[in-house]
Nanobody, 120 residues
Framework: QVQVAESGGGLVQAGGSLRLSCAAS????????MGWYRQAPGKEREFVAV??????RYADSVKDRFTISKDNAKNTVYLQMNSLKPEDTAIYYC???????????????WGQGTQVTVSS
């Protein structure tokens, strides 16, 4: 089992930057797809970014502004957020997923979330 915990949220002005961290437990951290999702008030949770052995992928709304990275030695994944906009305001959740050999979802873990607020 994997436990994930986010940190690094806060209040920032539009155009500013924040870096979120997600610390994960477990000895097989490197085998998981690690992702970030967010949920704004009154909206559904949405995909932000994911990093896996083959590379990373981003939602169109954050591409070229956010960067996801991973430190396997520290069991930590990061989300560097630059040029923040008020519409980036949301609770940001860290996610860890693993898959079966034929591509089915095997494990799916979520953190408690960290609040990011961008003021205009």
């Amino acid at each position: 089992q994997v436990q994930v915990a986010e940190s690094g949220g806060g209040l920032v002005q539009a155009g500013g930057s924040l870096r979120l961290s997600c610390a994960a437990s477990g000895r097989t951290f490197s085998s998981y797809d690690m992702g970030w999702y967010r949920q704004a008030p009154g909206k559904e949770r949405e995909f932000v970014a994911v990093i896996r052995w083959s590379g990373s992928r981003y939602a169109d709304s954050v591409k070229d502004r956010f960067t996801i990275s991973k430190d396997n030695a520290k069991n930590t994944v990061y989300l560097q957020m630059n040029s923040l906009k008020p519409e980036d305001t949301a609770i940001y959740y860290c996610n860890a997923k693993s898959y079966t050999a034929w591509g089915g979802l095997r494990e799916d873990y979520w953190g408690q979330g960290t609040q990011v607020t961008v003021s205009s």
